[in-house]
């Protein structure tokens, strides 16, 4: 048997638990590891709630991003042997002692990153990624992260002044220091956003990658010097009705080795802002709920 943190009914916290749940066996083009670090994401409490769907029957495992031990390889997976060390995508949930990863969104771990940045990599940094990639700006172009202090537009920032992007983006003034250390300009969100952001990019922007969605992204899309120039993590509704796109999420495992090189390279921070077990999930996962945490939780396992 092998503990995990789940919910027993869609709805609010209050149907969160621990579960004791038969250690899983890799079906094909899996892996079972033994958990080490899990990724914690908005989307774990948006399952719960029923927001994504209730077509899973619960108990559902949280989490959908881990780092671990290899412990058994699935039929026709090539390239991974027990013992490898890795990160990934979950399938049966990271909130856990052991789990199965889909060996096509897993890479291997290198031993200069630390199984807690790796299970960082999978949801917030990949998507990150993705959402840059797809807006395909050129050195020199200006990009507005809606939401740049979380988990998703922390990595944005990074991988866009990486590009030779001038980033700036939206957060709380309390969140000023941190976005400068990004190396981009900080925009106070709320009333009158889209003079701010004026302000402070007087040609306009060259693209937004939006992880706040709704009102937020309508203010914010006038700025953009090309309609539509726009990819949302969150929205997909209001990016389609701005003319812009949902991010195309590849889930590749290239995604993830390139992600741990910029991070083994001191290229690429994903922020940690802090660590719990997977006892105290519940309050990792109270604090994502909250929408103000700054860069990234992990929950470090076993
Ligand atoms: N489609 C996908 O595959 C995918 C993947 C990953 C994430 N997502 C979604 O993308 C969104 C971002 O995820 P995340 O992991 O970065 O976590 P998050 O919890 O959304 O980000 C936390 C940050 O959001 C900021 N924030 C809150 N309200 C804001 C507002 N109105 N304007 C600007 N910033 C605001 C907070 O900064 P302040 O404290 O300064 O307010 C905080 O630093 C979530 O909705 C998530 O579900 C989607």
């Known amino acids: 048997m092998s503990k995990a943190f789940g919910f027993v009914a869609y709805g609010g916290p209050e149907n969160q638990k621990f579960l004791d749940r038969p250690t899983p066996s890799p079906g094909p083009g899996q892996l079972l590891i033994a958990v080490r670090a899990a990724g914690v994401n908005p989307v774990d409490w948006k399952i719960r709630q029923g927001y994504l769907g209730t077509g899973q029957p619960p108990p559902v495992v949280f989490g959908s991003e881990a780092s671990g031990v290899v412990q058994a390889v699935g039929e026709g997976v090539e390239g991974f042997a027990v013992g490898d060390e890795v990160f990934g995508?979950?399938?049966?949930?990271?909130?856990?002692?052991?789990?199965?990863?889909?060996?096509?969104?897993?890479?291997?771990?290198?031993?200069?990153?630390?199984?807690?940045?790796?299970?960082?990599?999978?949801?917030?940094?990949?998507?990150?990624?993705?959402?840059?990639?797809?807006?395909?700006?050129?050195?020199?172009?200006?990009?507005?992260?809606?939401?740049?202090?979380?988990g998703v537009g922390s990595v944005a920032a990074q991988l866009g002044k990486g590009h030779g992007l001038t980033v700036l983006g939206t957060?709380?003034?309390?969140?000023?220091?941190?976005?400068?250390?990004?190396?981009?300009?900080?925009?106070?969100?709320?009333?009158?956003?889209?003079?701010?952001?004026?302000?402070?990019?007087?040609?306009?922007?060259?693209?937004?990658?939006?992880?706040?969605?709704?009102?937020?992204?309508?203010?914010?899309?006038?700025?953009?010097?090309?309609?539509?120039?726009?990819?949302?993590?969150?929205?997909?509704?209001?990016?389609?009705?701005?003319?812009?796109?949902?991010?195309?999420?590849?889930?590749?495992?290239?995604?993830?080795?390139?992600?741990a090189k910029l991070v083994a390279f001191d290229a690429l921070d994903p922020h940690i802002a802090a660590t719990y077990p997977l006892e105290h999930a519940a309050d990792a996962l109270s604090e994502v709920e909250s929408g103000h945490v700054r860069g990234k939780l992990v929950l470090e396992i076993g």
Do not use: C, M, W
Request: net charge negative.
């Open 89 to 150: 995508s979950t399938v049966t949930g990271g909130y856990a002692e052991h789990t199965l990863l889909d060996a096509a969104s897993t890479a291997h771990k290198r031993p200069d990153v630390t199984f807690v940045q790796a299970a960082a990599l999978p949801v917030a940094a990949a998507t990150a990624y993705d959402a840059v990639q797809q807006l395909d700006l050129k050195a020199g172009q200006t990009l507005l992260i809606l939401g740049i202090a979380g």
């Open 171 to 259: 957060a709380s003034d309390g969140n000023r220091a941190f976005v400068e250390s990004l190396g981009a300009t900080q925009v106070r969100y709320g009333d009158g956003v889209a003079e701010r952001i004026r302000a402070a990019a007087p040609d306009g922007v060259d693209g937004i990658v939006d992880l706040v969605g709704g009102e937020n992204a309508r203010a914010a899309a006038p700025t953009l010097r090309n309609p539509g120039r726009l990819v949302s993590a969150v929205d997909p509704a209001t990016a389609a009705e701005l003319g812009g796109a949902f991010v195309k999420r590849t889930r590749s495992a290239d995604t993830l080795a390139a992600l």
